[in-house]
């Protein structure tokens, strides 16, 4: 059973930074993806960036220049740094891995992390 566990949430002021940490823990999978997703209140789930095991990185248009998504093989951790931070990026954030399957691809989630800008 695999589980992902994020931390780094919290309360920011506008203009300040928070890094996200996603950590995956229980049986050994490769992971052939992964991402940052948000959801604030009253909105549907968004994605916020990916990454691919090969490096390639993609971006929403609102947080392109702001947010990079970045990767520890090592620790299995993936991260999400978020500079100049707006209140529109008030959400609850959550990561996720894919990983491939005999018939496709499993995907896994994290239980979210709230974010908050605000002054």
């Known amino acids: 059973q695999v589980q992902l566990v994020e931390s780094g949430g919290g309360l920011v002021e506008p203009g300040g930074s928070l890094r996200l940490s996603c950590a995956a823990s229980?049986?050994?999978?490769?992971?052939?993806?992964m991402g940052w997703y948000r959801q604030a209140p009253g909105k549907q789930r968004e994605l916020v960036a990916t990454r691919t095991a090969g490096g390639a990185t993609n971006y929403a248009a609102a947080v392109k220049g702001r947010f990079t998504i970045s990767r520890d093989i090592v620790k299995n951790t993936v991260y999400l740094q978020m500079n100049s931070l707006k209140p529109e990026d008030t959400a609850v954030y959550y990561c996720k891995m894919s990983s491939p399957v005999v018939w496709g691809t499993q995907d896994y989630w994290g239980q979210g992390t709230q974010v908050t800008v605000s002054s």
């Open positions: 229980g049986s050994s999978f490769s992971i052939s993806a």
